[in-house]
T-cell receptor, first 113, second 110 residues
């Protein structure tokens, strides 16, 4: 079955540590996205990539970094510079056709203490 | 900047009690309005895309409609398995970015 796999499902880290969230897709989609979801707020875009070796900042990129070395993979690093990293992180992908819907993974819940 | 507001924040329904969710939007050049369903601890699942005012789409007990300023998601004779958070999103002039509302959490009691 085609889909998006995010790992791990739950992640716990101490404050000051960098952490990398994995996102892999086998849908042959060109574009991939990272969103952050907090209670009572809409999904907020962190980074997106429309093609391998290229990515753009979203609305809340500070304290995060990404890479897109392979079409299938778009890992997100939450750095110690992110002031409020505890959240539910969602990875998504889509084909490049106009208005193609996003397909989401099942998320990683990151807790930083 | 694109904006999406969903109401109500939460909706509690009795099984069989039909109701509607609202999604109001402000966008420069609407390219598409999307509805998603999200279960607790899971990623959103795509339901519908609407492109122009007057368009309607249906899937089982769900029907989505679109005007120039808002969209409605109608739930007809809901069942407990329809309990979820429903998210609305719009795609505007930058069609590689979606702007999401905060969602409406629907609880259907048997």
């Amino acid at each position: 079955d085609g889909g998006i796999t995010q790992s791990p499902k739950y992640l716990f880290r101490k404050e000051g540590q960098n952490v990398t969230l994995s996102c892999e897709q086998n849908l042959n989609h060109d574009a991939m996205y990272w969103y952050r979801q907090d209670p009572g707020q809409g999904l907020r875009l962190i980074y997106y990539s429309q093609i391998v070796n290229d990515f753009q900042k979203g609305d809340i990129a500070e304290g995060y970094s990404v890479s897109r070395e392979k079409k299938e993979s778009f890992p997100l690093t939450v750095t110690s510079a992110q002031k409020n990293p505890t959240a539910f992180y969602l990875c998504a992908s889509t084909s490049r056709g106009r208005n193609s819907p996003l397909h989401f993974g099942n998320g990683t819940r990151l807790t930083v203490t | 900047e694109d904006q999406v507001t969903q109401s109500p924040e939460a909706l509690r329904l009795q099984e069989g009690e039909s109701s509607s969710l609202n999604c109001s939007y402000t966008v420069s050049g609407l390219r598409g309005l999307f509805w998603y369903r999200q279960d607790p601890g899971k990623g959103p699942e795509f339901l519908f895309t609407l492109y122009s005012a007057g368009e309607e789409k249906e899937k089982e007990r769900l029907k989505a409609t679109l005007t120039k300023k808002e969209s409605f998601l109608h739930i007809t004779a809901p069942k407990p398995e329809d309990s979820a958070t429903y998210l609305c999103a719009v795609s505007g002039s930058n069609d590689y970015k979606l702007s999401f509302g905060a969602g409406t959490t629907v609880t259907v009691r048997a």
